[in-house]
């Protein structure tokens, strides 16, 4: 069983930067597929980017591509969203979300079905 604990929310002014950080304890993930999801008040939740594990293909959505960037440090068992450019439409809850199952994907899946193990979530904020 792996845990997901995400960090780096707050409250921060459109244009502004955050960071958040997915540190996963249990077992190690370096070769699972890990994923950043996103949730606003009255809508769907939906897939912001992705990472491969072995390949190191990534994915983003349309409405967040060149703005931000999903990494990983193996040896901290660490995911990390690099936000840049922050848009009032960026507000939601975002989820750390892991497939320990030991697939290999090329690409990182997209559909949160692949995904076995959630964060709680953490709150971001961008103020117009």
């Known amino acids: 069983q792996v845990q997901l604990v995400e960090s780096g929310g707050g409250l921060v002014q459109a244009g502004g930067s955050l960071r958040l950080s997915c540190a996963a304890s249990g077992r190690t993930f370096s070769s699972s597929a890990m994923s950043w999801f996103r949730q606003a008040p009255g809508k769907e939740r939906e897939l912001v980017a992705a990472l491969s594990g072995r390949t190191g293909n990534t994915y983003y959505a349309d409405s967040v591509k060149d703005r931000f960037i999903i990494s990983r440090d193996n040896a901290k068992n660490t995911v990390y969203l690099q936000m840049n450019s922050l848009k009032p439409e960026d507000t939601a809850v975002y989820y750390c979300?892991?497939?320990?199952?030991?697939?290999?994907?090329?690409?990182?899946?997209?559909?949160?079905?692949?995904?076995?193990?959630w964060g709680q979530g953490t709150q971001v904020t961008v103020s117009s």
């Open positions: 979300a892991a497939d320990m199952s030991g697939r290999y994907y090329y690409n990182p899946p997209t559909s949160s079905l692949y995904y076995d193990s």
